[in-house]
């Protein structure tokens, strides 16, 4: 996230006067794989991303933004909701009829790809989750019960509705065979289309679930806070925990949360997690990678286009998308405008200066008083601290 600089700290923390566009520009092409990009002027933490195929997919999120994308992620467009409440789960059935829920019971229906959306009121539940099997019959996990409609939506009954604890996540495989997971670790199911319940594998976790996703009736995963991770391969029978490798949060012993999941196959799939932080699985979770694209806000959503392409979404506009499976990112904005950043930081900070000597040292400054140097004409470079600086570097000149 990029902040302008207060004008009463500006003068202060100027090294120099600004650097040539050039120089900076020769930095950013010849030393950053990690590409950073301005701020969105969305203005909204997006939650949820959804592609029905390898090019259109939409994304939403608080403020009732939603967004389009008909080339993969590369440029988004926004659509008018109808609402302003905030929005936490999309879905599509075909590229024309899809579905959209959020908080004060509001569901989104759409017939045009999004070009038009119908709001409707179905309670008063904060929606969490949503989950079609086809454009008539689908679930709605909340706060206080499941809705489910057998008729695209012209009625809705509740189900599940004296759990006695909040769902976040659910997930069908088929217009009978469901899941869905809350608080206190619950996971329940049903095989008869939501008309009953059932418990499985209470104590398996403590902690808040929050997301669900099976890629075949028998193959599934659950995931939450404290970087919980569970899998079953029994259809939800039983489960065991799987390790993510997420690091704990800075200055705690509380570790990042798993806030979605997605896989493309039994084998390949992602986790978008707190803290900027993502893990991808290619042996059905038995091991995960960690990855930290370069950016601090908490990633909501993720979704597989292909092995190479991903696009995960998250807090303050935040829209990351892949092409090489992980190992470099470029951030989409409104604007579509780019920032470099610098690979090696531990967060996404906007460069603003940067000055090289002869002989390959350089400095290049930024974002919340960061300062990097680089001593190999920079290929690496490491952070050094300015005592006292909180504010934003303009530029640097070194004498």
């Keep these: 996230m990029v902040r302008s600089s207060r004008e009463g700290m500006r003068m202060g923390k100027r090294l120099a006067l600004a650097l040539t566009p050039l120089l900076l520009l020769g930095l950013l092409a010849g030393c950053a794989r990690k590409e950073y990009l301005r ?8 939650r949820d991303v959804f592609f029905i195929d390898s090019r259109t997919g939409w994304v939403v999120g608080t403020n009732g933004i939603i967004l389009v994308t008909h080339d993969g992620g590369r440029s988004w467009s926004r659509q008018e909701s109808g609402t302003t409440v905030d929005l ?33 009121k179905v ?53 009978l065979l469901g899941w869905a997971v809350g608080d206190f670790g619950r996971i329940i199911r049903t095989q008869d289309g939501g008309r009953s319940w059932e418990g499985y594998e209470e104590g398996h976790t403590v902690h ?95 979704w597989m286009i292909d092995r190479r392409t991903i696009v995960a979404v998250g807090g303050n506009s935040t829209i990351l998308r892949s092409e090489d499976g992980g190992k470099s990112w470029v951030t989409v904005t409104s604007r579509g405008e780019e920032r470099g950043g610098v690979e090696g930081s531990e967060s996404s900070v906007p460069i603003a200066g940067i000055r090289m000597l002869p002989g390959g040292i350089g400095w290049a400054v930024g974002g919340r008083g960061v300062i990097f140097r680089t001593e190999d004409g920079g290929r690496t470079w490491r952070r050094q601290e300015a005592a006292g600086m909180v504010g934003n570097f303009d530029a640097i000149e070194v004498l």
């Design 88 to 120: 936490t789960a999309v879905i599509f059935t075909d590229p024309k009829r899809g579905w959209v829920v959020g908080e004060n019971g509001t569901v989104l229906r759409t017939r045009n790809g999004g070009l038009s959306w119908q709001v409707m």
């Design 123 to 175: 309670g008063d539940s904060f929606f969490d989750d949503l989950s079609f099997v086809n454009w008539f019959k689908g679930w709605i996990a909340g706060e206080l019960y499941i809705a489910h409609t057998p008729d695209g939506g012209k009625n809705w009954e509740r189900q599940a509705d004296d759990l006695g604890f909040p769902l976040h996540g659910i997930h069908f495989a088929s217009p």
């Design 39 to 46: 701020r969105s002027e969305w203005r909204s933490d997006f």
């Design 208 to 302: 808040q679930l929050r997301c669900v996703f099976f890629i075949d009736e028998l193959r599934g995963w659950a995931g939450g806070t404290e970087a919980t991770l569970l899998h079953t391969e029994d259809g939800g029978k039983t489960w065991r925990p799987q390790e993510t490798n997420l690091p704990r949060k800075p200055g705690s012993h509380h570790r990042w949360d798993v806030n979605d999941i997605h896989f493309i196959d039994p084998r390949n799939g992602w986790i978008a997690a707190g803290g900027g932080y993502l893990c991808s699985t290619s042996d059905g979770g038995e091991s995960w990678t960690v990855h930290h694209p370069g950016t601090m806000n908490d990633l909501f959503g993720v």
